[in-house]
Antibody, heavy 123, light 107 residues
């Protein structure tokens, strides 16, 4: 079935780096834009970044621009989020999400979500 | 950035009653508005997109309306599985933004 599975969450000290991954299955991954969204404990949803289906276009939220990098490997059906200079307020569940419609990264809601991977920033 | 404001923060409803949730955008998002349901320990689930189109497999109890800056999610007759947090989301402009959520709780 159509599925996204995140991995790589961990406990890391402030200032360090971490890469989380998202494995896609059950659909043609290379046809869809994908996003990262996070949710701090007990808080709401925060959009972080998007990458187009072919990897040529990326957008970021101001809160992570310059620190986080979204990338994908369509040959491996995988999405990544490289997180540098991590701060305590980056502590959250990190979700990957696929758009509803293929080949469009704009004006496109999130149809498929993974179950998330927890990232905790603590000394 | 477009700010999405949901009201109320918490809605207490008895099973079988109707629930009406509101979402206001700080500027027009046309009909590029989605609603998600999230239960504890689970990922969000897409309910409504394009302001009023039900996502695949979503019960007809859920309906969305509105355009521009004012939107409404209506749950016609609340079932036990509908008690959850609901988020509106604008995908009209970058950065994409969400409302802060409305918790629908059992009265």
């Amino acid at each position: 079935q159509v599925q996204l599975v995140e991995s790589g969450g961990s406990v890391v000290p402030p200032g360090r780096s971490l890469r989380v991954s998202c494995a896609a299955s059950g659909f043609t991954f290379s046809s869809y834009a994908v996003h990262w969204v996070r949710q701090a404990p007990g808080k709401g949803l925060e959009w972080l970044a998007v990458i187009s289906y072919d990897g040529t276009t990326r957008y970021y939220a101001d809160s992570v621009k310059g620190r986080f990098t979204i990338s994908r490997d369509n040959s491996k059906n995988a999405l990544y989020l490289q997180m540098n200079s991590l701060r305590v307020d980056d502590t959250a569940m990190y979700y990957c999400a696929r758009t509803l419609t293929a080949f469009t990264y704009g004006a496109n809601p999130f149809e498929i979500w993974g179950q998330g991977t927890m990232v905790t920033i603590s000394s | 950035e477009i700010v999405m404001t949901q009201s109320p923060a918490t809605l207490s409803v008895s099973p079988g009653e109707r629930a009406t949730l509101s979402c206001r955008a700080s500027q027009s998002v046309s009909n590029n508005l989605a609603w998600y349901q999230q239960k504890p320990g689970q990922a969000p689930r897409l309910l409504i997109h394009g302001a009023s189109a039900r996502a695949t497999g979503i019960s007809a109890r859920f309906s969305g309306s509105g355009s521009g800056t004012e939107f409404t999610l209506t749950i016609s007759s609340l079932q036990s599985e509908d008690f959850a947090v609901y988020y509106c989301h604008q995908y009209d402009r970058w950065p994409l933004t969400f409302g802060q959520g409305t918790e629908v709780e059992i009265k």
